[in-house]
């Protein structure tokens, strides 16, 4: 038997005898070559069999981690449950893309409901849970500023796993919930900190209140306001709800919307859907960003690429976060009482919709 085929027999009697667990990280390649007293490219093949059989997944620049081996592929599928507010437009297929894609290289089926951010959405979702096989949950919340009429149902999972993604629920046990979401607060503050640098001291703001994401984006604003020592005035910022959004951003209350921003150089808005219906709103009264206002929002999607003249936008992870979801539930189902809470970081990518004055 050739050296790198004892090597990877050995390791794979390690992984399937309990050595590691699943999404464990395996020593480095020098250790290896130390064990085994073989050279690191010995070593290599012995990796590059393992990864071929299934048992392993080596991460470029990261290491090699422990995925379910070939024979427990062979079993029957498990399902997890993937319930999110939205589904096809906008950042959403990016996170579910990413975790259909570990889910699916684990040996996992994927299910998926909807809430349309609605509560009562949610609730039937969650009964239907309780007459089905899933094995796992992974849940974008409803309205997740807003107490929750839902929580006894989440309560009553206690044995099926649940990670929470882009925000969680404040009046479940903090210590207790495990979720992956974005540090929307240092997102809006980098946000603000670009349009200070840029001369910018009169700052208005446009964020959603029925959701977490909405609150922290606002709280980051503020506070980076208010510690360049610049004048905070409550007063200009806008205010929405799922169910008042359609309404709030129609042509009809543009004098409304405009009249608030008043005397405001720039604006940060709560995602780049509203930038871009701003950017219309503006156009009906002649005005054009970034000449009479200048804009910054979040995710990154198509729209800020695509509204004139280039929104600069705040980036969100999407497929990271789906993947990063993904994993922290394989890493539950293996460890049913490890909690789990992961923040990922997000970054301003600068384009044409901020002026310097």
């Not at 090597?7 to 395996?26: P, R």
């Not at 280039?310 to 293996?334: F, N, V, W, Y």
């Amino acid at each position: 038997m050739k050296k790198h085929q004892h090597i990877s027999n050995q390791l794979k009697a390690d992984l399937l005898g309990g050595s590691y667990k699943i999404g464990d990280k395996l020593v480095g390649e020098h250790a290896l070559s130390q064990r085994f007293k073989a050279s690191r490219q010995t070593v290599r093949q012995a990796l590059a069999t393992l990864e071929r059989d299934g048992f392993v997944e080596r991460v470029h620049g990261s290491g090699t981690y422990v995925r379910r081996t070939t024979q427990q592929n062979k079993t029957a599928r498990q399902t997890i449950c993937v319930m999110t507010t939205y589904v096809d437009t906008y950042i959403f297929p990016s996170i579910i893309s990413g975790i259909e894609q570990v889910l699916s290289d684990a040996g996992f089926d994927m299910t998926l409901k909807l809430t349309r951010n609605n509560t009562d959405s949610e609730r039937a979702n969650l009964l239907s849970l309780e007459s089905s096989s899933v094995c796992g949950l992974i849940v974008e919340g409803t309205q997740t500023a807003l107490p929750n009429p839902n929580i006894d149902l989440y309560n009553s999972l206690k044995d099926l796993p649940v990670i929470f993604i882009n925000s969680y629920y404040r009046e479940l046990d903090p210590d207790k919930a495990s979720y992956v979401v974005v540090d929307d607060q240092d997102g809006a503050r980098q946000g603000v900190r670009h349009l200070i640098e840029n001369g910018h001291q009169n700052i208005g703001g446009i964020f959603k209140s029925d959701d977490m994401q909405g609150r922290d984006r606002y709280k980051g604003f503020q506070a980076e306001i208010e510690q360049a020592g610049l004048p905070f005035d409550p007063n200009q910022t806008i205010w929405y709800t799922t169910k008042t959004e359609q309404e709030t951003f129609s042509v009809d209350h543009a004098e409304q919307i405009l009249t608030t921003l008043q005397g405001c150089t720039a604006v940060v808005c709560y995602n780049d859907e509203v930038a871009a219906r701003l950017s219309r709103i503006m156009a009906t009264r002649n005005l054009a960003i970034p000449d009479d206002l200048s804009v910054i929002s979040f995710d990154d999607s198509d729209l800020a690429r695509l509204t004139p003249p280039g929104i600069c936008s705040l980036t969100h992870p999407g497929s990271e976060l789906g993947q990063a979801a993904a994993r922290a539930m394989l890493e539950k189902l293996d460890r049913p009482d490890k909690v789990i809470q992961q923040t990922l970081g997000t970054k301003l990518i600068k384009r044409q919709s901020v002026r310097r004055l």
